[in-house]
């Protein structure tokens, strides 16, 4: 004889909860639909009630402008990090001949504006040279006379400098437990660094160095002041050609926006490729 069957709710079951779960995460909160709806809104009043004739005349300046600032991000940013590893590796573990001159030039750099560094190298290095006749006979003059060759190193020991103390906190960050368990282990002490103390360390850092990478894209206007033509010297153009102001900014902080947006996808997918590439 069989009793009453007895009834479950549905909801009690894990793969409901999950699916439910599921169907809250894919819908879009309140403030993000009304966030959307207001930059769709300032996005159509642009477009349709500010000039744009003027767009098609400096195209091909906009897109030199436009590589010439992606190129210098990119190449400041690599560098830098070959740079800030050495140094941050210097302060956390190295001895006190290299860890003094490794703090020493983090302090510095972080100490002064980036404006004052670039004038220092540009117009400092850039009126000392030419006193030499042997570098003016050289094969590397042609470059020296250039003004983004400065850029890009003044730049480069920026980028270094702020990296070199996150990186000195990565590798203070990664348990010592593990490094001495791979050198009982009988691991090379490059071995160690390579495959354990390094992944770990950029891991950890990686969300710090794409903040870093984004306040880099956002110091790079300062090459137009050394006549380098970036996107925002080709802005700053279009201002004094057309007597314009909104519109040339507008599209400016629209390329800023693209370009960040690019750097935060790219390290959120470095964040989950490193562990399992490099740990």
Known sequence: MTG??????????????????????RRLPPHRIVLILIGLALLASAIFFLRWDWLPNYGDLILQGLWRTIWILCV????????????????????????IPARAFCT?????????????LYYGLGSLFPQYPWIRGSELWPYLRQAWPYAVLALTLSY???????MRGAFVSVPK????????????????FRRIWLPQAIHRALPTLAGEAVLQLKSTPLVAT??????????????QDTFLTYE?????????????????????RLETLIPSKLG
Not at 76 to 98: D, N, R, S
Not at 230 to 239: K, T
């Open 177 to 192: 437990g593990q490094l001495e368990a791979a050198r009982a282990f009988g691991m090379r002490r490059f071995t160690i």
């Open 108 to 120: 510095v750099i972080r100490g002064t504006p980036l404006l004052v560094q670039l004038w220092l």
């Open 4 to 25: 009453p069957p007895i009834e479950v709710p549905i909801e009690t079951f894990p793969i409901h909860k999950e699916a439910d779960a599921s169907r809250q995460t």
């Open 226 to 239: 050394i006549t380098v033509v970036d996107l925002y010297s080709v802005a700053s153009r279009v201002r």
């Open 76 to 99: 400041t940013v690599f560098l830098g990090f070959l740079l800030a590893v050495p140094l941050g590796l210097a302060q956390a573990a190295g001895p006190a001949i290299l860890a």
């Open 248 to 268: 040339p900014l507008l599209l400016l902080a629209a390329g800023y926006v693209v370009i960040t947006a690019i750097i935060v996808y790219l390290f959120r």
């Open 160 to 166: 270094a400098g702020y990296e070199g103390e996150v």
